[in-house]
């Protein structure tokens, strides 16, 4: 039974498109991320959520917006796919922040090609 | 401003050679500083983790790292490779709110034979 579990694992699709990716967690964590890792494989956080509430928005175009219907999942929507939004995006959770957030397990990440 | 910097985009190494990958990193608080290894087209997982304590941590697939605070060093070790290690690793640092990992810019391993 997979701990974090993100779908689509690949998706393509081109300029325009709006999509979602969704993340579940099944390990009772009170915190959930998302990183995007670019081309050059540099992995950087993009949203943190801590009981349903955001906590780190970083600077990420408003195209970019997470909603987290509920501790289990977090979801992220693009809208208006742009060529440079090509990247692989990874959920994560933890049980929570500070010291928990240590205990921080990964999805096998969405690779997202925009064409 | 917290940072963490790797030495060597690219480190290649022999089968049964040792394993050294470098990390370096910048933080005005305690760091808690991790290894992650990513596999080729797949999730990230945890090596091992420094929160306090001993400096000297025993990760998984016979990986260490010493924590030095004089050096801001958490190198990464293997006495011997093995071509099973080759793949991508992660230096990371919990941000002083312990609400999000900064990374470094990784470092491919590649095991030869």
């Known amino acids: 039974d997979t701990a974090v579990s993100q779908t689509p694992k690949y998706l393509v699709t081109q300029m325009g498109n709006d999509k979602s990716i969704k993340c579940e967690q099944n390990?009772?964590?009170?915190?959930m991320y998302w990183y995007k890792q670019d081309s050059k494989k540099f992995l950087k956080i993009m949203f943190s959520y801590n009981n349903k509430e955001l906590i780190i928005n970083e600077t990420v175009p408003n195209r970019f917006s997470p909603k987290s219907p509920d501790k289990a999942h977090l979801n992220l929507h693009i809208n208006s796919l742009e060529l440079g939004d090509s990247a692989v995006y990874f959920c994560a959770s933890s049980p929570g922040t500070g010291g928990a957030a240590t205990e921080a397990f990964f999805g096998q990440g969405t690779r997202l090609t925009v064409v | 401003a917290q940072s963490v910097t790797q030495l060597g985009s690219h480190v290649s190494v022999s089968e049964g050679a040792l394993v050294l990958l470098r990390c370096n990193y910048s933080s005005s608080v305690p760091p808690y500083l991790f290894w992650y290894v990513q596999y080729p087209n797949q999730g990230l997982q945890l090596l091992l983790k420094y929160t306090t304590g001993a400096t000297l941590v025993k990760g998984i697939n016979g990986f260490e790292a010493e924590f030095k605070k004089s050096e801001t060093s958490f190198h990464l070790t293997k006495p011997s490779a093995h071509m099973s290690d080759a793949a991508e690793y992660f230096c990371a640092l919990l941000n002083q709110a312990g609400t999000a990992l900064i990374f470094g810019k990784g470092t491919t391993l590649s095991v030869s034979s």
């Open positions: 390990l009772g964590h009170d915190t």
